[in-house]
């Protein structure tokens, strides 16, 4: 389809936008990685409706997209391609594409990474006009590729962006400067990510702020009473959908990992990972570390990583549903009683 944008939780992206938008020009593959629920697929849609995408552009939603070969068929059809000559599709797409000068968005490619490395490889050798802007947990590893980052929101642009969506589900709850200490407790409670921003402040329509807290500490995963596909997609539904679509992509140890260390409060250490995590089910602990830092579920920093808070409450849930959630509490509580950070 046609690139669209809206302006809906684009809120505090101006610097984003414009390097995304520098990075484009400069090279021919960018990438944007980040945390699940923080705004790729929108910035994409941003930059793929600014002047600057060239003569025209053209977005490909891979969400749905299960089978690896179906990817230019799907690619044709987005571009506008009719696939009637008895040519394969996929050289049909890249004669197409050859003398064009548009851009194409790979949105959610992360569940077809390696079908998706292959072909933009083979697009930017073959169409020399076309630019590639992808979203994906993952980078895809051409050998132009440029990765940039999309991290939370700033606190102020999360609480104007909460506020915001506050006022629309219920015109008069917040403004009062309890209320607005409320709403700053949420923002950072979750995470200062757009999309559990958005779910939250749609809630505000039956419930209070304080309401709404509780309601998160019971795990209330933000899911709206309807959906409404014209305004969020199917997977952007509730955290649970966000969160579980990563847990899907994950491998069984990287899932496993990342249910037990939802015992840690705050930041650990790869060593402190390995003391409350390694057994013979998990004995590679420090190598599925990063693989969940490689696919955005994990923070690090100087040595030390800590889970979004969103994250961590999924890995929760998924350490009750294993049936580990006391024994690994008590692996954790002996780590602290050593000394553990």
Request: charged share 20%.
């Amino acid at each position: 389809m046609n690139a669209s944008t809206s302006d809906t939780g684009f809120v505090g992206r101006g610097p984003l936008l414009a390097e995304a938008g520098a990075l484009l020009a400069e090279g021919r593959h960018l990438t944007l990685s980040g945390l699940p629920g923080v705004g790729k697929s929108r910035l994409a849609r941003v930059v793929a409706a600014q002047p600057a995408a060239r003569r025209g552009a053209h977005v490909v939603d891979l969400t749905p997209l299960r089978k690896a070969a179906l990817l230019p068929h799907t690619i044709a059809a987005a571009v506008g391609f009719d696939a009637c000559d008895g040519r394969p599709v996929r050289d049909g797409v890249l004669s197409h594409l050859a003398d064009r000068d548009v851009l194409l968005v790979l949105d959610n490619a992360e569940h077809l990474a390696d079908a998706c490395r292959v072909f933009v490889a083979e697009l930017l050798w073959r169409c020399p006009g076309v630019r590639v802007l992808v979203t994906s947990r993952l980078p895809l590893r051409t050998a132009v590729e440029r990765l940039l980052v999309v991290g939370p929101l700033s606190e102020e642009a999360a609480m104007e962006l909460f506020l915001d969506r506050a006022r629309a589900a219920a015109p008069g709850l917040v403004g009062t400067p309890l209320h607005d200490v409320l709403a700053r407790s949420l923002c950072r409670r979750l995470d200062l990510l757009p999309l559990a921003l958005e779910l939250a402040a749609a809630k505000l329509s039956s419930l209070s702020l304080s309401e709404l807290e509780h309601a998160l500490d019971t795990g209330d995963d933000l899911a709206p009473a309807d959906c409404d596909p014209d305004r969020r997609p199917a997977h952007h539904h509730s955290l649970s959908t966000v969160l579980g679509r990563s847990h899907e992509l994950c491998t069984p140890a990287q899932r496993l990992l990342w249910a037990r260390l939802s015992v840690f409060i705050g930041a650990f250490t790869a060593r402190d990972a390995e003391v409350v995590c390694a057994d013979r089910l998990l004995p590679d602990v420090a190598g599925e570390l990063g693989g969940l830092a490689e696919g955005s579920l994990l923070h690090g920093r100087a040595g030390s990583f800590w889970l979004p808070v969103t994250v961590r409450t999924y890995g929760m849930r998924l350490l009750v549903a294993l049936g580990e959630s006391a024994r690994q509490q008590a692996r954790y509580r002996a780590w602290r009683g050593r000394g553990g950070s």
